[in-house]
């Protein structure tokens, strides 16, 4: 089975990018795979707290993938599964990738303030290349009936 690998952040456009992958994983007879990378830690030195950070970094994933879980199967049909990595996100987005042979296409969404489309679509399409998947891209303020019009 094809999956779509969708990464779950605190930014807008991520909310087109779960539609996009959804949408086209129902379409399609695939499946969504939502990755969240928790960054390096600020406060090595201080490992207790590091520990709570970290926790409750886990928790609030968990609390956000349930909500974009919960719209997949109610609306799409779609059973997304979770995966957490840890480190730069970046280099987790592309080894998760490369760990996983059924992941078939990464989505994205852009950003659409004036500083461009986001960290992870200017990091990632410069090492698009190099990535055994294609990448798509999909415009933060694409409206939702247009997204259900071109998927």
């Known amino acids: 089975m094809r999956k779509f690998l969708v990464v779950l952040d605190d930014s807008r456009e991520c909310l087109n990018a779960m539609r996009f992958a959804a949408m086209r994983a129902a379409h399609t007879g695939g499946g969504v795979t939502i ?14 707290v590091a520990e709570v950070m970290r926790e409750e970094a886990r928790e609030r994933i968990h609390a956000h993938f349930e909500v974009f879980a919960k719209w997949m199967r109610d609306k799409q049909g779609i059973d997304p599964e979770l995966a957490i990595r840890e480190g730069e996100p970046v ?3 592309i080894e998760h990738v490369r760990s996983d042979p059924e992941i078939g ?17 200017t990091q990632l399409t410069r090492n698009s290349g190099s990535l055994p998947i294609p990448i798509t891209i999909v415009p933060g303020d694409l409206s939702k009936e247009k997204l259900e019009e071109i998927t």
């Not at 990755?35 to 207790?48: A, K």
């Not at 296409?105 to 679509?121: E, I």
Request: proline share 15%.
């Open 35 to 48: 990755l969240s990378v928790i960054p390096p830690d600020e406060f090595n030195h201080w490992i207790g």
């Open 91 to 93: 280099p987790q987005i």
């Open 105 to 121: 296409v990464l989505v994205l969404g852009a950003g659409t303030d004036k500083k461009g489309p986001g960290p992870l679509v």
